[in-house]
């Protein structure tokens, strides 16, 4: 019997995870995301012939996918973090899927499972950052990271209005179906693990709703919110009523 075992080369020249790894992933995940950011509501909008309605719509959405995220903790307990990430990834493809039967059953599922994919991409690769990447080199790593985003959130949007308008709604969707998939293949090919030296605590987790008052005890904390928040509530008005704007304009020629 034959002691040899020939071992894959590429295995262990595979270099370890740095800012380009997360930058590269976030990169992909902001063109899947990005790619129909300005065609959902233009398609909310020829399905529900209503602005106020559609504005209903997108606060259901939000605070549904809002429970999803406060919960998101349990489930990354639950299951392993790269399940909990390659979830995420599919749920923007099935959301595509959705999406294409252009029906008010089909808006509302595909939403919902653009919310819950992105909250659960977003979340694990905040934890896979925290693991791999240093303190004293955060600041550099956030910083690339966004300014590859830039790349996608600009031209994403117009790509996606470029297809939607010239080649239907299954081009603008299956383009996002086919970032999803290269944004699968791009995170098992990095084979991200979680830190050795992290090891989780033997006391029982709290449940997240009993962390909120403790949350908004904090002045730093309440502040940071509302920065973030703030900045949400500006990138979903222009993102959602831009579109209807500019569509209702040009309708009305």
């Keep these: 019997m034959s002691t ?3 071992h894959p080369i590429w295995l262990p020249a595979l270099r370890a ?14 063109f899947a ?17 209503n602005e106020q309605i559609v504005s209903i719509l997108y606060t259901i959405v939000a605070l549904l996918g809002l429970s999803v995220t406060l919960f998101m903790p349990m489930l990354i307990r639950r299951f392993a ?7 995420g ?26 919310v819950m994919g992105a909250s659960a991409l977003s979340i694990t690769l905040n934890l896979y950052i925290m693991d791999h990447i240093r303190k004293t080199d ?27 308008t010239r080649f239907g709604i299954y081009a603008a969707h299956g383009a996002v179906a086919v970032f999803a998939l290269a944004l699968l293949a791009l995170f098992w090919t990095y084979r991200l693990g979680d830190n050795p030296s992290i090891r989780p605590g033997k006391t029982r987790p709290a449940n997240p709703l009993a962390n909120i008052g403790r949350f908004v005890a904090q002045p730093r904390l309440r502040l940071a919110w509302l920065i973030a928040f703030g900045r949400s509530c500006f990138w979903t008005t222009f993102f959602v009523y831009g579109p209807l704007f500019m569509g209702c304009t040009f309708a009305a020629r």
């Design 33 to 49: 995301r990005a790619t129909v950011s300005s065609v959902i509501p233009i398609q909310a909008y020829e399905i529900l012939h």
């Design 81 to 87: 973090r790269r399940w909990v990430y390659t979830a």
């Design 17 to 30: 995870a740095d800012a380009r790894t997360f930058a590269s992933l976030y990169a992909v995940e902001s």
């Design 138 to 164: 955060f600041m550099q790593a956030e910083s690339l990271r966004m300014a590859w985003s830039m790349l996608a959130w600009t031209g994403g949007p117009t790509l996606g209005i470029f297809l939607y």
């Design 89 to 114: 990834a599919c749920l923007l493809a099935i959301g595509s899927l959705f999406f294409v039967t252009h029906t008010l059953a089909g808006q509302l599922a595909g939403m919902l499972c653009r």
């Design 4 to 6: 040899h075992v020939r």
